[in-house]
């Protein structure tokens, strides 16, 4: 997976995906069914980091540059935290994944794609 400057994460297609025509691509890009659980939704986040594009909302890179958090703080977060069931929030879904530090939410636009709306460190109760 490469990261352009300024732009998202991407996989490059591979080699099987590079001679599918544009119907099969969008079979292959099919929309999520939504709520997700969130075993499902950590599966498939997990499924995303591994072969998809994930993106970052200038919401999320406001947020984590408020609490000096780096893109692999939240690709950390996605790959290793807890999920909480989906919220409909301003037209999507949003999966939460927390860790003992970090929290990341996402919303998924494909099966293939989700974006990070926002991260955030979390307040260490004592």
């Known amino acids: 997976m490469a990261r352009t400057p300024g732009g998202p994460w991407r996989c490059e297609l591979s080699y099987q995906h590079q001679s599918l025509t544009y119907s099969q ?3 292959l890009y099919q929309s999520v069914k939504e709520p997700l659980n969130p075993s499902a939704a950590k599966k498939l986040v997990v499924a995303i ?4 594009v994930l993106a970052f909302s200038g919401h999320a890179y406001k947020e984590m540059g408020n609490d000096s958090m780096i893109e692999n703080d939240v690709i950390n977060t996605l790959r290793a935290g807890s999920y909480r069931p989906g919220e409909f929030e301003n037209g999507s879904w949003r999966y939460r994944a927390e ?14 794609h989700c974006v990070v709306v926002t991260a955030f460190k979390l307040k260490i109760r004592r």
């Open 49 to 52: 980091l591994k072969d998809g």
């Open 25 to 27: 691509l969008l079979l």
């Open 99 to 112: 860790t003992a530090h970090f929290a990341a939410v996402v919303a998924f636009r494909t099966e293939k």
